[in-house]
């Protein structure tokens, strides 16, 4: 059997990041930057007026104050997003609000407070200013042509907003995986299908296309094949034109073979392991005409775990994100949990959190068909294998795959080092301790 | 002037829950489910065998050992997903695979390891079974007629594949709220008109829609309106559509008065308040025709700040989540931060994890019109007002929109109680000290 550790490394050794995509500025959120964006031109673009005032000569202030007020021909009077039509002269002034740029001839701006009107073409200034005074310079905020937002950046809404603000409508993203999802048995029926006895519902391509979609992927539902060569070779065939295929059941024992045949037929070099871990075990993964190809275990849980620990870290890498991984947090156990002799165990738990520590309760019955025991957590309880049984009371690793309850008391919270993965991820160290994802 | 939290809480009193909607199940990812799901039949469905093996009359077997084996008769071979024809008689047994039904006649399974082949019509069984060994009843995990998913709960993978295997393909969700969002100003250009001296790109109408987006909304974006009564009147009546109404620049001295003159026109009972805070300032808060409006301020900055702490949480109130703030967390600031006389000032940080603890470090510039220091910012410190200044070393809340910084380094995370907001929600109690979202 192969460590969970060792059939990770081995898969994302084989992944490589996709090609890149032009998207518009909302299809961008949340996706990676391909580009280093650079500013096109100064930001902001010229100088403008810091405050509500007067555009000035600063040369015609000299002397000014309260007692001896200087007298300027106010020439113009300037709504926001208009520019002056005559350059400021000699004795000359022109109304600005704040933002507006410099008029020519002016280098320097009264404040409306430091002046006071005459008539509608004439104002007393009380203060001297200086050359530059309250005038915000061209490229003080950004110089034109550097960068703004680094190539591998997740976009955010401010990062939509920047683009925008350069008038970037498009900016080049990596594609988002396209996944292929297959479901293998005679005793499964789909979704809209009678359930007759014997049957069960192909519930796996349901869930497994939602984590697909939850990291970012792009679902293609096969549906179901028959445990036939011909049906699994005609699926997988429709498969193909996707960049990961991902199947679930069909590679332990029985109808193992099958598989196995179908994916040879089809130039596959396929990998079969049992994986050391609980729920799992049977993993097949190999490269199909140059595609990703992950066989899933059939149970709901073991699909959705494996999933989790060997699919979402692959598409993400493949999306271009930089953080592949889940972050791991320590919380103490709330009741006994066994390890698995030779496995490493993952427990489905619920956290909370009481005076500053997070706590980890299992979901209840951990059978791998019980989907219902995964809806309930938000974690996986991670018993590393040939570890002594964790007692109610002690601590044990959780990978965190949802947050909600995370804001219901104030707490104090230890995570994981999950960079050192990361580096494994590059370096490809099957040997390394960490558990998470 | 009004605190940040008056406002709030005078704004999240006149929010009310939107609407439900039946939605697929992959549009129901990440939606709040808006009934009780019950299970519409037993989860497994009939008695089944929890080992491959045989099925077989319990009382068959009494004595049976490997000195004293009992021969049965194996009258049929399952294979996975099919049903027995004949029901197991006297003596009789039927070869099943794991889960699948126990046959009429049968009530318990005799492990495969625990039997030998004579001929293909015949075993040797050499141990005693109880009633019931090895059968999974029908019902065990889920009763039929008990609530699986609640009211209320935030849908995730796993319960897309729970609702799948109980064959509900669509399910009641509270509807995403429409946001209508308008910039004004003669001052703006969109993102593809030319960018003329003394113009600035209409950002605002971009970041705020990607806002909306994050949040789980549906953003409906009106575009420029010139300050005209006549373009505002008309933009905004096109935004009474929608559920939300949301414009930003046009609440400040100057032009004011027209948004204020048209809303009133338009029938809106809005409250205008200088709200005290750094960014943010001028905010409108009304209901027009029933449907909420926000007046945000023009700066790109501020129209993102006030977005955050009013209208997100606005949002995700009418979506019905149960959680509508953000984390706080306690950080260390790297810098000295000054706080702002009279007023709540939030500071864009950049946050990054040292031996166990947070640290923030403000992102340069605070000038609300730089929307770079947004983009590069994990989230808002808060500096109350009356506040000492915050020394470098010391720690400050601050409030996490972006967690990509976290699993970085291994750390020891302390985050504030919210829970307290979310019951301030409903009391409406203005007075609380929480300035998280």
Redesign the interface.
């Known amino acids: 059997m192969i460590s969970v550790e060792e059939a990770r490394a081995i898969i994302l050794s084989q992944i490589k990041v996709l090609g890149t995509e032009k998207v518009n ?2 299809s961008a ?2 996706r990676v930057l391909a580009e280093d964006v650079l500013a096109p ?1 100064n ?4 100088n403008n007026t810091a405050m509500d005032g007067f555009a000035v000569r600063a040369q015609d202030t000299r002397g000014a104050s309260r007692e001896h007020p200087i007298v300027l021909e106010v020439i113009e009077d300037l ?5 002056a039509r005559y350059p400021v002269g000699p004795g000359q002034a022109i109304r600005i ?1 704040t ?3 410099i008029p020519d001839g002016a280098d320097a701006v009264v404040r409306v407070e430091d002046t006071e009107l005459i008539d509608d073409r004439h104002i007393k200034v009380f203060v001297e200013v200086e050359r530059d005074q309250d005038v915000r310079m061209a490229g003080e ?2 110089k034109q042509g550097t960068i ?2 680094e190539r591998g950046a ?1 976009l ?14 498009f900016v080049a993203v990596y594609q988002r995986p396209i996944v292929a999802i297959l479901s293998t ?4 029926v789909d ?2 299908e009678p ?1 007759t ?15 697909v ?2 990291c970012g992927g792009i ?1 293609i539902q096969l549906g179901i094949a028959k ?1 036939t060569p011909e049906d699994l070779e005609e699926k997988f065939s429709h498969g193909l034109k996707a960049d990961v295929l991902i199947s679930s059941a069909g590679v332990s024992v ?2 193992y073979d099958y598989v196995k045949q179908v994916l040879k037929k089809l130039g596959a070099d396929m990998q079969f392991w049992k994986v050391a871990m609980k729920p799992g075990s049977p993993l097949t993964f190999g490269i199909i005409k140059e595609k990703p190809a992950f066989g899933l275990p059939g149970n ?1 849980v073991s699909a ?1 775990v494996t999933f989790e620990l060997f699919v979402r870290p692959a598409l993400l890498k493949m999306g271009g994100h930089k ?1 592949i ?3 791991l947090l320590k919380a103490i156990a709330e009741e006994n949990i066994k390890p698995v002799k030779g496995k490493t165990h993952f427990v489905r738990v619920r956290l909370s959190t009481k005076n ?1 520590r997070y706590y980890a309760s299992p979901t209840g ?1 951990q ?1 791998s ?4 025991s ?2 309930l ?1 938000h974690g996986l309880a991670v018993i590393s294998e040939g570890q002594n049984p964790i007692k109610a009371g002690e601590e044990v690793p959780v990978i965190v ?2 947050r ?1 309850f ?14 050192t993965e990361d580096k494994d991820l590059h370096s490809h160290d099957p040997g390394h301790k960490e558990h998470c994802c």
């Open positions: 500025l909302f959120l949340g031109f930001i902001p673009p010229w709504p926001a997003g208009y520019v609000m933002g507006a740029p905020d950004v703004i937002l997740l955010r809404p401010a990062d939509v907003g920047l683009l925008a603000s350069i008038q970037r409508s048995g005679d005793e499964l979704i809209d359930l006895k014997g049957k069960i519902v192909n519930s796996n391509g349901y869930s497994l296309a939602a984590q979609l939850e679902p445990d029985g109808d709901p959705m953080r991984f889940r972050p500053g019955p059978g068909g019980i989907l219902r995964m809806a957590s795959m949802d909600s995370e804001d219901r008391e104030s707490m104090s919270l230890r995570i994981e080092e999950t960079l």
